[in-house]
C-alpha cells in the first residue's frame, strides 16, 4: 500500500509535493511560509500574526470581502497560522474546486493588498488574541515554558507583545511581508483526489515566474532562567515541563518518540496511569515530543486543584527520572501498535498527509515513505529506548507553573 | 455504498455502512442518555458514568481496560451531550473483533466502589478545568439561563457538591434505568465484514437486558428571555451568550436552520464576522445552530474587551434584528451552502466520521441517510425555507447572558443588569 508521492523544485526554489490519494473526494493544500514568529523584530512582537490576518483582506483583483467570498464558494475549510518557523496556510475543499483554490492562494501570496485602513483592526484583533489567553490557563502556561526554556528568539510566541503590536506601523508590515514572503524555500503539499500533470502545470504557472529569497537569518540570545511562578486566582495550579531531546533526523529520533510515547501516548502510558488513574490528581496530563531542524524537546503539561498540585509535579517529575530505568517489552508493544495505527488512518485523511509531506520536506529535506516509517517503528525494542534514555535522559529540567501559589520542583 | 441493520431479540439495535477501501473501521456504542434524564439528585451522573465505564467490568481491571485498547492502538473515547452518550473506537479492520469483544465488555462495568471514589477525583478536576474556562463556564451557565426549569438546561459535568454527594448505589440506578439493550444502538462504518460484525456484537450483548425507554419532559421550549450578567473580576475578556429557539432535530427545517446559523455567524465570511471580527471589535463571534429531540436552539456567541463589550451587543442584536426582517440574501445562502457541502463530503470520508453521522442521523432522524441523502437535503434549502425558520424560531428573541470583569452591562433596549 505505498502512495504515489510527487515532488518538483522549482528554478526559484519553491518546491511542490503530492500525494495522490484515489479512495476520497477531496483534497487539501498547505502552504509553509518560511514567516514564522521568529522573525519578529524584538521590539515588534506580533508581526507575523498581524500580517498574517492582513494578508488575506484582499489580494489581485478582489477585495477583503471579495476574496473571502470567492474562498467560502468553494468550499474551503482554511486556516492561516503563524508557527516559530513558517507561517501556514491550509485549506480543504473538494477535490474539483482544487485549481481554484490555488489561483486566489496566489493572489494572497504574491500580490495582497495590505491595505492601510485594515490595520488599526488588524492590530485590535491581535491585542485581543492576547488578552484572551489570559482567560486560557492552559495555553498561558505553556507560552510561557517557551519563553523560559528557549532563547530569543526561539522563544517567541506568535501572539506577541502589546508594545510590540502598538508599535506595527504600515511601512513595517509591507517590509517584512517583502522580506520573508519569498518563493525559495517555500513549500506547497497537496494530498488527495488529485492528478498530479495538471496540477504542476497550474503551479508552475500560478509560481513559476515569482523570483527571490527570503531573509530568514536570526541571532539566539542567551538561555533564559529556567524555573518561574505566575500568581493567578485559578481553580487549578497549571504545570509546564520541558527538557531537551534529540531532533527529527536524529539516530535516536524514533527511540525518542518511543519513549515519550512510553510516557503517554495512550491511556495505558505512564503519566496518565499514575497522575490520573492511580491517584486521580488531573483531568489532564501529557507529554509531547515537539522538533525543530536541530533540536528538539519534551513538553509536559499538567492541570490540578490548587491543594493537590504539588503532589502532580512530584509523581510527574518521578516518571520522568524513571525512563532511563528502562522500559517494559509489553509497553513497547503497544506504543508501536498506536504508532502503526496512525501512520496508516492518517492514510485516510488528505489535511494529515498534506501536513506530514511538507513537515518531512522542511525538516530532512525528503519525504519518508510509509516503508520505511513502518519498519522503524517495528525496529523499536526495550533495549533501544532504553540505551536512548540513557544516553538522553530527561534532566535540566525548565518548569513554569502559574496558579495561586508556587510549587516545589 | 451498502447499508445495513440488525435488531436483537433483547431490543439492541446494530447498523453499518461497509467501505471495502477504507483503511480502517470504526465503531460506537450509542446510550440515548445525557443530562436532560438526571433527576435534581443525579447531576452529572450521566458524565461521571460515562467515565465509570472505562474502569473495569468483571473481566477487566481498569489498567486492562486501557491496555486492552492500546495493544490494538484503537483511537478510542467516549463523549457525553444533553441526550447522549457515546463510546467509539477506530481500530485497523483486523483489529475489530477484539474492539467489539472491550466495547460490548465495558458496557456492562462493574462501577466498584473504590474506582467509583477514584474517579469522582478526576471529575472534580475536570469541572475545575472548565471553571477556569471563562467561555465554557458562561456557555454552561446561559443554558440554564435559557431553558430555566426544562432539562435540557442541566449540567452536564454537574457540581464539585452535586459529584460529592453522589453515591455509586444511585448511578447503579441510573445505570440500569438508561443502558438497557433497547436504549443503544451499536454503529460500525468502514471496513468491515457485515455478518461476522453483527455475530460479534450478538454473542457479546445478546443476553443484555431488556426495558422500557424513552425520556420524559420532550417540549419544544422558546427559552426564558432573561437577560443576566456575571461578574468576575479576575477574567479577562466579556464573554457574550445569546440563545434563541431553533426546530427540533427531526424537523424538516433542521438543515435551513443549519445554513442559517452559518450564514448568520460562521467563523468566515459571515453577519457576524464582518460586523465584529473584521473591523477588530471581538476576537470571535459566531451563531450556531443545536438540534436536540423535541426543540433546538441557536447559540450566537462573542469574546471581547470588556468596555467593548456593550456596543458588540448592540451590534449583535442588530444583525439578529436585521436577520430576522430581512432574511438573508441568495449570495449568502450559497455561500453558506458551499462550506457545508464540502464539510460533509470532508466529514464522511474517514471512517470515524462517517460512524458517527450514521449513528447520530439513525437516532434524531429515525432512519438512515446516506452522504447523498445530506448533500441533497442542503442542495434543496430555499430562501422561502429560511424564511420559515426564522418565521417560527425568531432569532432576535435571545436569551442573554454575560460573564466577565463588567460590573455593569446594560441589555439595548432595556434598563440594564446588575
Redesign the interface.
Known amino acids: 500500500m505505498q502512495p504515489e508521492v510527487y515532488r518538483h523544485t522549482f528554478a526559484n526554489g519553491m518546491t511542490l509535493l503530492a500525494e495522490r490519494m484515489e479512495h476520497v473526494r477531496s483534497a487539501a493544500l498547505n502552504f509553509l511560509v518560511p514567516a514564522g514568529c521568529i522573525h519578529d523584530p524584538s521590539d515588534r512582537l506580533g508581526l507575523g500574526a498581524v500580517l498574517a490576518d492582513l494578508i488575506t483582506r484582499g489580494a489581485g483583483k478582489r477585495d477583503s470581502r471579495e476574496l473571502t467570498l470567492a474562498l467560502d464558494n468553494l468550499g474551503l475549510d482554511r486556516s492561516e497560522s503563524v508557527g516559530l518557523m513558517h507561517t501556514r496556510f491550509w485549506g480543504a475543499t473538494v477535490a474539483r474546486n482544487l485549481p481554484a483554490a490555488l489561483d486566489l492562494y496566489a493572489d494572497i501570496l504574491r500580490r495582497p493588498h495590505l491595505p492601510d485602513d485594515e490595520i488599526d483592526a488588524v492590530k485590535a484583533l491581535a491585542l485581543q488574541d492576547l488578552a484572551g489567553l489570559e482567560d486560557e490557563p492552559r495555553s498561558k502556561v505553556l507560552v510561557e515554558l517557551r519563553k523560559h526554556s528557549y532563547p530569543t528568539p526561539l522563544s517567541n510566541d506568535h501572539r506577541g507583545t502589546v508594545e510590540g503590536i502598538e508599535r506595527l506601523t504600515a511601512d513595517g508590515i509591507r517590509q517584512q511581508y517583502r522580506r520573508l514572503y519569498q518563493p525559495a524555500g517555500l513549500i506547497l503539499s497537496v494530498a488527495g483526489n488529485i492528478e498530479w500533470q495538471p496540477l504542476l502545470d497550474r503551479v508552475g504557472q500560478l509560481f513559476g515566474d515569482w523570483t527571490g529569497t527570503a531573509d530568514t537569518t536570526y541571532t539566539l540570545g542567551p538561555n533564559p532562567t529556567n524555573r518561574a511562578h505566575l500568581t493567578k486566582d485559578l481553580e487549578q495550579t497549571q504545570i509546564g515541563v520541558v527538557y531537551d531531546s534529540v531532533p527529527i533526523g536524529h539516530a535516536d529520533y524514533y527511540d525518542a518518540l518511543g519513549a515519550v510515547n512510553v510516557l503517554s501516548g495512550n491511556m495505558s502510558s505512564r503519566l496518565f496511569t499514575e497522575v490520573r488513574e492511580k491517584e486521580g490528581l488531573c483531568y489532564s496530563v501529557w507529554a509531547t515530543y515537539q522538533t525543530l531542524k536541530d533540536r528538539a524537546r519534551v513538553v509536559c503539561y499538567a492541570g490540578s486543584r490548587n491543594e493537590r498540585a504539588q503532589r502532580t509535579l512530584d509523581v510527574l517529575l518521578r516518571e520522568l527520572r524513571r525512563l532511563p530505568d528502562g522500559v517494559e517489552p509489553d509497553e513497547v508493544q503497544r506504543v508501536q501498535a498506536g504508532l502503526k495505527s496512525s501512520l496508516i488512518m492518517q492514510q485516510e485523511s488528505t489535511a494529515g498527509r498534506a501536513l506530514s509531506l511538507a513537515s518531512d520536506w522542511y525538516h530532512l529535506g525528503r519525504v519518508r515513505s510509509f516503508d520505511e516509517i513502518r519498519a522503524a517503528i517495528d525496529g523499536l525494542t526495550p533495549q533501544s529506548i532504553g540505551e536512548h534514555m540513557r544516553r538522553c535522559p530527561p534532566r535540566d529540567f525548565t518548569i513554569v507553573t502559574l496558579g495561586p501559589k508556587p510549587l516545589v520542583g | 455504498m451498502p447499508f445495513h441493520r440488525h435488531t436483537l431479540s433483547n431490543g439492541l439495535q446494530i447498523i453499518g455502512e461497509s467501505s471495502p ?4 473501521a470504526a465503531l460506537g456504542f450509542f446510550v440515548r442518555t445525557g443530562s436532560r434524564d438526571e433527576t435534581v439528585e443525579e447531576c452529572g451522573v450521566t458524565h461521571f458514568l460515562e467515565h465509570m465505564v ?1 474502569k473495569g467490568t468483571p473481566r477487566r481491571t ?2 486492562d481496560v ?2 486492552d ?7 478510542y473515547n467516549a463523549f457525553t451531550s444533553e441526550e447522549t452518550t457515546v463510546f467509539h473506537a ?3 479492520p483486523e483489529y475489530l473483533p477484539q474492539a467489539v469483544d472491550l466495547l460490548a465488555d465495558i458496557m456492562r462495568p462493574s462501577l466498584r466502589q473504590e474506582d467509583f471514589e ?9 469541572i ?2 472548565y ?5 465554557w463556564s458562561a456557555y454552561d451557565r446561559a443554558k440554564r439561563l435559557y431553558f430555566a426549569d426544562h432539562n435540557l438546561g442541566n449540567s452536564i459535568l454537574g457540581t464539585p457538591q452535586s459529584i460529592t454527594d453522589l453515591t455509586r448505589d444511585q448511578m447503579h440506578a441510573y445505570f440500569q434505568r438508561r443502558y438497557v439493550a433497547p436504549n443503544l444502538l451499536v454503529a460500525v462504518a468502514g471496513n468491515i465484514d457485515w455478518p461476522a460484525f453483527v455475530a460479534l456484537v450478538e454473542k457479546q450483548c445478546g443476553q443484555w437486558e431488556s426495558g422500557p425507554i424513552g425520556r420524559d419532559g420532550l417540549v419544544e421550549t422558546n427559552g426564558s428571555c432573561r437577560f443576566e450578567l456575571l461578574t468576575k473580576e ?4 466579556e ?1 457574550v451568550i445569546l440563545i434563541s429557539s431553533g426546530p427540533p432535530a427531526d424537523s424538516p427545517l433542521r438543515h435551513a436552520a443549519d445554513l442559517l446559523g452559518m450564514a448568520v455567524g460562521d467563523d ?2 459571515s453577519r457576524l464576522y ?1 460586523a465584529l ?7 470571535s463571534a459566531d451563531c450556531s445552530f443545536h438540534e436536540y429531540e423535541g426543540t433546538g436552539a441557536f447559540y450566537t456567541s462573542f ?3 470588556p468596555e467593548q463589550s456593550e456596543e458588540d451587543l448592540e451590534l449583535v442584536l442588530d444583525v439578529l434584528r436585521d436577520v430576522q426582517d430581512n432574511g438573508i440574501s441568495e ?1 449568502e445562502l ?2 453558506a451552502r ?2 457545508v ?3 460533509v ?2 466529514g464522511s ?3 470515524k466520521g462517517r460512524m458517527m453521522a450514521l449513528g447520530m442521523n439513525w437516532i434524531y432522524q429515525h432512519g438512515y441517510r446516506s452522504v447523498d441523502d445530506d448533500l441533497r437535503a442542503y442542495e434543496t434549502v430555499t430562501l422561502e425555507t429560511i424564511d420559515e425558520v426564522l418565521e417560527r424560531y425568531p432569532l432576535d428573541r435571545a436569551t442573554t447572558f454575560a460573564l466577565g470583569p463588567l460590573a455593569k452591562l446594560s441589555l439595548p433596549g432595556s434598563n440594564g443588569a446588575k
Open positions: 477501501s477504507a483503511r480502517s472505562f481498569a489498567f486501557n491496555r485498547f492500546d495493544a490494538i492502538g484503537a483511537d477506530a481500530v485497523l477514584m474517579e469522582k477525583q478526576v471529575i472534580i478536576e475536570e475545575g478545568m471553571e477556569d474556562q471563562p467561555m479576575k477574567v479577562a475578556q464573554h468566515s465570511g464582518w471580527v473584521d473591523p477588530g471589535l471581538a476576537d469574546s471581547c474587551q449570495e450559497n455561500q458551499n462550506k457541502l464540502s464539510r463530503v470532508r470520508e474517514r471512517p
